[in-house]
């Protein structure tokens, strides 16, 4: 059965975990599953590159599994929601990078059936002591507000085009929830071969590329294809694209969800 949130480890049977005895854990796994199992908040824990599961009750009670096998099984065939839905984020958390992905659904067996919920999905590393990532906690919070429907403008191709991987990545998993067709390339000479070679509704592009900047790729990409639409992120003020020879969004960084799917409902 999964173990009730409040109860401390010495309780615990791990007579089935592949973990052992809890004296021979290490410290970093001590203390992750004491503060997942004293927490009314739905938690996992992956824990090594053999991903063994952990969970706490209010994880098993959120998926429907609260008469489970007990937590400290490698993860089976079919993997929980929250590490299913996105390997390249586990991989990054993996890396060392800490995540959060606000308003995210998963589909959880309750009742017999599966069921959408939102959540916000919170994934930290958890290091050992020579500092190296060890596991993986994942917190699962209420969703901060309702899930961002797709834009009413419809399905777009746009084409992404920013050499910094992570803000690279973000804004494609945003895109892609609104129920958008995502390309993206690292600079302005990439984006133009992807531009010979098929139609897209919008060019979401950084000012700063290496290389060719983003306002001279626009104005090549608009003499391919005079339709595409052109949106600008910076971090920099507006300014730098308020006299352009060519109609264009200017979006300054950081943005938020709503104001991208504000820029995307406008372009219709």
């Given at each position: 059965?999964?173990?009730t949130?409040g109860?401390?480890m010495a309780?615990?049977?791990?007579?089935r975990?592949?973990?052992g005895?809890?004296e021979d854990?290490p410290p970093?796994l001590?203390?992750?599953?004491?503060?997942?199992?004293n927490t009314?908040?739905p938690?996992?824990?992956m824990?090594?590159?053999?991903q063994?599961?952990?969970?706490?009750?209010?994880?098993?009670i959120?998926?429907?599994?609260?008469?489970?096998?007990?937590p400290?099984?490698?993860?089976?065939?079919v993997?929980?929601a929250?590490?299913?839905?996105?390997?390249?984020?586990i991989?990054?958390?993996?890396?060392g990078q800490s995540l959060?992905?606000?308003?995210?659904?998963?589909k959880?067996?309750?009742?017999g059936?599966?069921?959408?919920?939102?959540f916000?999905?919170?994934?930290?590393p958890?290091?050992?002591?020579?500092?190296?990532v060890?596991?993986?906690l994942?917190a699962?919070?209420?969703a901060?507000?309702?899930a961002v429907?797709?834009?009413?403008a419809g399905?777009?191709r746009?084409?992404?085009?920013?050499?910094?991987?992570?803000?690279?990545?973000?804004v494609c998993?945003?895109l892609?929830a609104?129920g958008?067709?995502?390309s993206?390339?690292?600079n302005?000479?990439?984006?133009?071969?992807l531009?010979a070679?098929?139609p897209?509704d919008v060019?979401f592009?950084?000012?700063?590329l290496?290389?060719?900047?983003?306002?001279?790729l626009?104005r090549v990409?608009?003499?391919r294809?005079?339709?595409l639409r052109?949106?600008?992120?910076?971090?920099?003020?507006?300014?730098l694209?308020s006299?352009l020879d060519f109609?264009a969004?200017?979006?300054?960084?950081p943005?938020?969800?709503?104001?991208l799917?504000?820029?995307l409902?406008n372009?219709?």
């Amino acid at each position: 059965m999964a173990h009730t949130a409040g109860e401390s480890m010495a309780t615990q049977d791990w007579s089935r975990s592949e973990l052992g005895p809890p004296e021979d854990w290490p410290p970093a796994l001590r203390l992750t599953l004491d503060i997942m199992l004293n927490t009314p908040l739905p938690m996992l824990l992956m824990w090594g590159r053999q991903q063994v599961m952990l969970y706490n009750q209010a994880y098993a009670i959120s998926a429907g599994s609260a008469s489970a096998s007990p937590p400290g099984g490698a993860i089976p065939v079919v993997p929980p929601a929250p590490w299913s839905w996105n390997p390249q984020a586990i991989e990054q958390c993996w890396a060392g990078q800490s995540l959060v992905f606000p308003r995210q659904a998963l589909k959880l067996w309750r009742d017999g059936r599966v069921l959408e919920t939102n959540f916000d999905l919170h994934y930290t590393p958890v290091r050992d002591a020579g500092g190296a990532v060890a596991g993986i906690l994942c917190a699962l919070a209420p969703a901060s507000a309702p899930a961002v429907p797709a834009a009413s403008a419809g399905r777009l191709r746009i084409l992404v085009v920013e050499d910094n991987q992570d803000a690279q990545y973000l804004v494609c998993e945003m895109l892609r929830a609104f129920g958008h067709e995502v390309s993206a390339v690292a600079n302005g000479e990439a984006a133009l071969e992807l531009l010979a070679g098929a139609p897209f509704d919008v060019l979401f592009s950084d000012v700063s590329l290496p290389g060719m900047s983003g306002v001279e790729l626009a104005r090549v990409a608009l003499q391919r294809q005079p339709r595409l639409r052109i949106v600008f992120a910076s971090g920099y003020s507006a300014s730098l694209t308020s006299h352009l020879d060519f109609p264009a969004v200017s979006m300054q960084k950081p943005y938020d969800i709503e104001q991208l799917q504000q820029v995307l409902h406008n372009l219709g």
